[in-house]
């Protein structure tokens, strides 16, 4: 069975901590992996990675991926207040032979970032 | 803004009734998806239409249908309301087709309590 697991469940830091967030998964037809933030409500997009060891970036925050270990990474430098959220995981596996799949999600990181 | 619309942002039903959620993608999109979050949980994938048709189907209750009309919206339709149908629906759009056209945008949700 599909699956993603993140890690850790939950995270308190001090404002200009950095913090490191895992993704591991195990997924049939892997096509991509994308990082969403969750606030509120709306999971909003951060990043997509499709190839290994290439790094995104944006701003305070970078990523990368491993698909010979099956796990990626999700840097936030010098956190902030309004980085407090939960950071979601999830897998796009390919279906159809070759048109796009839904998204396996993982259950998510909170990260409290205190002043 | 995601540009993805959801209506109604709540409700609130009893047990044994039926609802509709509806979901616009943002301009341009052709696939839809449905998700379901609960506290225990986290965001599960229910069904994805493209163009109007059914792509994939996860966890989706017998119970549950949903179908995407000619402009592109989409309707949830949940019926014979149980006490563990309790969640936040959510929308979700993407272009289609193709590397790197998948990234999802999610709508605000819709929560729904069935008393």
């Known amino acids: 069975e599909d699956k993603v697991v993140q890690s850790p469940l939950s995270l308190v830091v001090h404002e200009g901590d950095t913090v490191t967030l895992n993704c591991s998964y195990e997924?049939?037809?892997?096509?991509?992996l994308l990082w969403y933030k969750q606030e509120k409500k709306a999971p909003t997009f951060l990043f997509m990675l499709?190839?290994?060891?290439i790094e995104k970036k944006s701003g305070r925050l970078s990523s990368i991926l491993d698909k010979k270990e099956l796990f990626s990474i999700l840097n936030i430098t010098a956190t902030q207040t309004g980085d407090s959220a939960v950071y979601l995981c999830a897998v796009e596996a390919e279906v159809y032979g070759g048109s796009q799949g839904n998204l396996i999600f993982g259950k998510g990181t909170k990260l409290s970032v205190k002043p | 803004d995601s540009g993805v619309t959801q209506t109604p942002k709540h409700l609130i039903t009893a047990t044994g009734q039926r609802v509709t959620l509806r979901c616009s993608p943002r301009s341009g999109d052709l696939s839809v998806y449905w998700y379901q979050q609960s506290l225990d949980q986290g965001l599960q994938f229910l069904i994805q239409y493209y163009n109007g048709e059914e792509r994939a189907k996860g966890n989706i209750l017998e119970r549950f249908s949903a179908q995407q009309f000619p402009d592109l919206h989409s309707e949830l339709n949940l019926s014979s309301l149980e006490l563990g149908d309790s969640a936040l629906y959510f929308c979700a759009s993407s272009e289609g087709a193709g590397a790197g056209r998948n990234i999802q945008y999610f709508g605000a949700g819709t929560r729904l309590s069935v008393l």
């Open positions: 997924v049939t037809n892997f096509r991509s």
């Open positions: 499709t190839s290994s060891g």
